[in-house]
């Protein structure tokens, strides 16, 4: 199956600064690769997708990058605000199921 | 829409009891998958329906975890007996088509199991 690898596990930033978060996948034919953020007791919500026809993809201070020959995208957090802490994972597609990442928890540090 | 909607959002349940978790996924939605969360293991996709067939339950972990569908707007996964192993966050989720669009989850049921 798809085997999707994220890192870091935990993220630390001051407000303002700008958080990364990578991930890497197996399958190749894998064309569709979403990030979800979940918030203390919520569930996890789609923050920005991107498919495999285009190598980045921007929604006001979010952005996610695609790699494809390297197989590996990265989400792009500019200017964190204390909203922004919670825990982002990404995903990526095996046939029908979504395949989840370990999770990044991101702390933004007033 | 209200979302993805699932209930109990809490339950507290004795070792040996059986449990059943409710989902009510988006209208339109041919897509339905149950996922259980927790530290060790992250997001695990128990099972998966495709216009209320279960297509794949790999994912369940024993014979005591069961899912059914009778129709588009609604869903069970029952735990019978339940073991405090069982302990986790239960999603349920949903979406228009399989794995490459937008699924999406409901509040969660915590279960815990004393």
Same mark, same amino acid.
């Given at each position: 199956g798809e085997n999707v690898e994220q890192h870091p596990s935990t993220l630390s930033v001051q407000e303002g600064d700008s958080a990364v978060i990578k991930c890497t996948y197996s399958d190749s034919a894998s064309n569709y690769f979403p990030w979800y953020k979940q918030e203390l007791g919520k569930g996890p919500q789609l923050i920005i997708d991107i498919r495999s026809n285009v190598g980045e993809k921007k929604d006001q201070r979010i952005a996610v990058t695609l790699n494809k020959t390297a197989k590996h995208f990265s989400l792009h957090i500019t200017e964190?605000?204390?909203?922004?802490s919670a825990v982002y994972f990404c995903a990526a597609p095996f046939g029908y199921k979504l395949s989840f990442g370990a999770g990044t928890t991101v702390t933004v540090r007033a | 829409d209200a979302g993805v909607i699932q209930s109990p959002r809490h339950e507290v349940t004795e070792m040996g009891q059986e449990v059943t978790l409710r989902c009510k996924p988006i209208s339109g939605h041919n897509s339905l998958f149950w996922y259980r969360q927790t530290m060790m293991r992250g997001l695990e996709l128990l099972i998966y329906f495709n216009n209320n067939v279960p297509i794949d339950d790999s994912g369940m972990p024993e014979d005591r975890f069961s899912a059914k569908m @009778?129709?588009?707007s609604f869903s069970t996964l029952k735990i019978q @007996? *339940?073991? @405090?192993?069982? *302990?986790a966050v239960y999603f349920c989720a949903s979406s228009r088509d399989r794995g490459n669009t937008e699924a999406f989850f409901g509040q969660g049921t915590r279960l815990t199991v004393v």
């Open positions: 964190t605000q204390p909203e922004d | @009778p129709n588009a @007996p *339940s073991e @405090p192993r069982d *302990s």
